[in-house]
Structure formats: C-alpha cells, structure tokens
C-alpha cells in the first residue's frame, strides 16, 4: 500500500468546511471526486487541519492510501478536473506511518480586516470601519501567550479531551492598509481563532479593558467571549511539520 500527502489552498466561500459532510459542499469532497474521477476508484482521504465553513486556507494537507503507485504529473490533470476556488498544489510519497494530522506540530492562522471599503477584500477580510487601539489589541495578543486554558474560545459542543492549547505566536500588525492577527500554535479549538478575533477586538475599541479579557480567559466560560466575526477573513495559512520531516520522506 502507498500513502501519498496531498499539499492543497482553497478559497472557502462556498463550501461549508473543510471535512466531508452529509449534503453539504466540502472541500475534502472535491478532492475525493477529482481522485475518484482520475485514479477510478474510490479514494478515502484525511486531512491535517478542519477549517469551518467559509473559512480559507492558503495551506492545508491530506493523506491516502493507494494500493498503485501513482504518477506526480497527476497534478495538472487533477487540477484540471477541480474547480477553480480549490487547488493541489502538489503530492509526494510518505511513509505508511506518516500522518498528516498527527505529525504536524503546529498550525498558522492569520486573520484579515479593512477600514475602507474596498470591492477587492470583501471576500478574503472583513469590513470593519471602527477605530482600533492597535496598542490594546499587541498588550491581549501578548497575554495569550502567558495561559494555556482556551476553554472560553471553544465553541459549545466541541468533542475534544483538552481544552489546552499552546500559543507559539500571536500578534497584530498593519500592512498595505489591513490590520492583521497572526496566531501559532501546538493545536487550535472549534472557532476558537475567531473567538479570540472577536473579544480582543472590544478591547481594542474600548468596550472592556485587558484585565476584563483576561478574565475571560480566566473564566473557561464560552459564553463570555465573542466569536461574532465571519468567517471570511480568516485564512489557514500553514501546517507546520518538523524541520527534516519532508526529507525523509
């Protein structure tokens, strides 16, 4: 048997997550298609990191067994076959053991709001024409950093063992006229990017103080935090593996 991992970006407008549901549009769904169609037989995928619906991401990763060897040019071809908003940007052999969820060791999202309106961002940032503290919004990306609970960022009904979380990276920055929250870490929650987007948001407009949010992280309460923003300004922007993991492959 011959496990392959699958390099893939998607714009997520129109599909309602990254994993396979019932009757529901998904790019692991497109991907299983283009494979069916191109390899004729049924191909059962796995993926690195789930995005929710609307979510995009510049970087994701999934893995499949296949019993023949198959050839890389396969990548115009299904390319070919997918539809314009998903893309493969390449595939390459793996050990049978390899996993592309499991053996990943941290992931990047950034999230992405405007100012001014702009025809050309409204479906990859989010609109938001208030004044920001950029100050307050660095102080509460600092705190994360300092608490391991994300209890409070998790959505209601998340099926998970822990609620622990380590934050390799977070912090906000200007570019080209947006504002940016960059965040790494060891594993994220269910809406928790968002959440985290949301509140430190009030702070950065004033409606509570940083010590009023890192009471909500205190809380461990996920009715306290805000996880109003769409979900069109977040983007997965890399899956990170250990430094020679690709050359062992």
């Not at 977070?170 to 006229?177: A, F, I, L, Y």
């Not at 977040?234 to 492959?249: G, M, R, T």
Request: hydrophobic fraction near 40%; proline fraction near 4%; aromatic fraction near 14%.
């Amino acid at each position: 048997m011959n496990r392959y991992f699958l390099e893939v970006g998607y714009h997520g407008a129109r599909y309602a997550g990254s994993q396979v549901q019932q009757n529901a549009v998904t790019v692991q769904a497109e991907l299983e298609k283009a494979l069916k169609i191109y390899l004729r037989q049924q191909i059962a995928l796995t993926g690195s990191s789930r995005t929710d619906a609307g979510v995009h991401a510049k970087q994701n990763f999934y893995h499949f067994d296949i019993a023949e060897p198959v050839n890389p040019r396969a990548v115009y071809n299904l390319n070919a076959i997918l539809p314009p908003d998903v893309v493969i940007r390449g595939f390459w052999p793996v050990p049978a053991t390899a996993h592309c969820r499991f053996d990943a060791i941290a992931r990047e999202y950034e999230y992405f709001i405007y100012a001014f309106k702009d025809p050309f961002l409204a479906d990859r940032a989010w609109y938001y024409p208030y004044p920001l503290n950029l100050q307050a919004l660095a102080q509460a990306a600092m705190a994360l950093r300092e608490y391991e609970d994300f209890t409070s960022f998790s959505k209601r009904n998340s099926q998970v063992k822990t609620f622990k979380c380590k934050m390799l990276v977070s912090e906000w920055r200007q570019e080209h006229g947006l504002t940016v929250f960059r965040v790494k870490g060891n594993r994220f929650l269910r809406g928790m990017v968002r959440g985290l987007v949301g509140t430190m948001l009030q702070v950065g407009t004033g409606k509570i103080t940083l010590k009023e949010f890192r009471q909500i992280i205190e809380a461990r309460d996920c009715t306290k935090a805000d996880f109003s923003v769409p979900a069109h300004g977040l983007f997965l922007q890399q899956v990170c593996y250990p430094d020679d993991y690709f050359l062992n492959v």
